[in-house]
């Protein structure tokens, strides 16, 4: 079968890596793809939401099976377009991405179908957002509704802050015109965050091994978010009570909730979790695989990738219930990014040791923001590369991943040094009890 991944990043490069493996993938399209794709698939030069090229090439080459990465082409429909022509494609249609790319609509179905949250207010004027804000006395968070690649979530610990984060994305619309148009204002949950993602299809729900990513630039949680500075899998915070939970809680009624408002759900839902006190609450829904998340994810994943999408897409998840495979040993991975990320991005500047991480046991180098330069790769963006290990536990697995990040460089390299380190740690409240009860009612006003 040849198939197609649609993207550039280190998570669509870890998708195409898998894909690569299954003996019955003749041929791995990226596109576009970046230097590390190139290794061992065909790059062909057309960009993730030019949906008709795509739409075009997928005819032309007859591909099997196209899998998307990034957000934005879902949310342009790319799924919608390849079934009207026939083509087999993995992810969800446009109306069901929504619960991305509105954050205000996925606020609403999970209110709608009780699935536990934080209190929340969706805001459509910045004077509407700034009276609420004032009547608050506990910290918040601001949202953007809209996509804005990881950027437009903005923790606050005073209102002061929550007002001047409404100024950014409504008045000076920071994170574009769209994004902002509303926001969603919600209580700042207290606790680890914790990424599950689950294949779907129809009736059938398939989590996958728990994960953790580690949002803000700097150690310790520290400074403006990103995409995603590190993740590692299996994140011991999952513990089964929590992913019980998180199964019936979260992804059945909301599966269900999407059904019944005919916006049926196909492809990776993935559930972004606070682990509090009181147990799991979701702090957003992304329609498609988590970056840096898939990194560790597929170093450790057995199940033949292109078998287990092409059920998904045939209706036939269920025959894979109970029957993924992981390799028993933990993954991390370092994001390395470029100076100034996630504000304005120093480029350009020439990669070195790739090939002497590369050669490392057990380790894969995933490239994000790469290109080549002539005979070089250099910098292209923010998050240049993501350094994935295994190891037999999470001490081992770190030091490899951190062995491999040693070897390389490039100017104004930033990554953070405690990727993993949370999974060694226990948690710093108990988690006293999982029921729906003690969800907060959450202030949803009727729109004007
Ligand atoms: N890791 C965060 C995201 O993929 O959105």
Redesign the pocket.
């Known amino acids: 079968m040849k198939v197609l991944v649609v993207g550039k990043g280190g ?1 669509e490069h870890a998708l195409a890596w898998k894909l690569s493996l299954s003996p019955r993938a003749k041929k791995i399209f990226c596109a576009p793809g970046n230097p590390g794709t190139a290794a061992f698939a065909t790059n062909v030069p057309i960009a993730s939401d030019d949906i008709k090229g795509l739409v075009e090439f997928a005819k032309a080459e007859k591909i099997g099976l196209t899998v998307v990465g990034p ?1 934005d082409a879902l949310a342009l429909g790319i799924v919608d377009a390849f079934k009207k022509e026939g083509l087999p494609i993995f992810g969800p249609s446009k109306l069901a991405a929504t619960l991305e790319s509105s954050k205000a609509f996925a606020k609403t179905v999970m209110h709608d179908a009780n699935v536990p949250t934080a209190d929340f207010k969706i805001c459509d004027h910045p004077d509407q957002a700034k009276t609420w804000i004032s009547t608050r006395r506990y910290p918040l968070v601001v949202k953007a509704d809209g996509l804005a690649a ?1 950027k437009g979530v903005i923790v606050c610990s005073t209102q002061e802050e929550a007002l001047k984060a409404v100024e950014r994305i409504m008045v000076k619309e920071e994170f574009g015109r769209t994004a902002g148009r509303q926001i969603v204002l919600e209580k700042r949950m207290v606790g680890q965050e914790l ?1 599950v993602l689950a294949i779907v299809s129809g009736r059938t729900i398939i989590p996958l091994e728990p994960c953790q ?1 580690h ?1 803000a630039i700097f150690d310790n949680d520290l400074g403006p978010n990103t ?2 500075m590190g ?1 590692y899998c299996p994140a011991p915070l999952g513990t089964k009570e929590i992913l019980d939970q998180v199964d019936t809680e979260v992804l059945v009624p909301t599966v269900h909730a999407m059904k019944r408002r005919r916006m049926p759900f196909h492809g990776i839902l ?1 559930a ?1 979790i606070m682990v509090t006190g009181q147990g799991a609450r979701v702090l ?1 829904f ?1 329609c ?7 990194q560790p994810l597929m170093m450790r994943l057995q199940t033949d990738l292109l078998d287990l999408l092409e059920a998904a897409v045939e209706n036939r998840l269920d025959e894979f219930e109970g029957k993924i495979s992981w390799d028993p040993r933990p993954a991390v991975c370092v994001v390395l990014a470029a100076k100034g990320y996630p504000g304005v991005v120093d480029k350009n500047h020439t990669i070195t040791g790739l090939h002497e991480a590369a050669k490392l046991k057990d380790v894969q180098i995933f490239h994000g923001a790469t290109r080549f330069d002539s005979r070089n790769i250099v910098t292209d963006g923010g998050r240049v590369l993501s350094v994935t290990a295994l190891g037999d536990d999470m001490i081992a697995a770190r030091a490899k991943a951190y062995e491999a990040v040693n070897l390389i460089k490039f100017s104004g390299m930033q990554y953070r040094t405690d990727i993993g380190l949370k999974a060694l740690a226990p948690l710093p409240f108990p988690i006293k009890e999982i029921t729906p009860e003690v969800v907060e009612e959450p202030v949803v006003e009727p729109e004007a």
């Open positions: 998570r957000e990881g990424s990513d949002k995409g995603g993740a993935y972004g957003e992304n498609r695989m988590g970056d840096p998340e898939t």
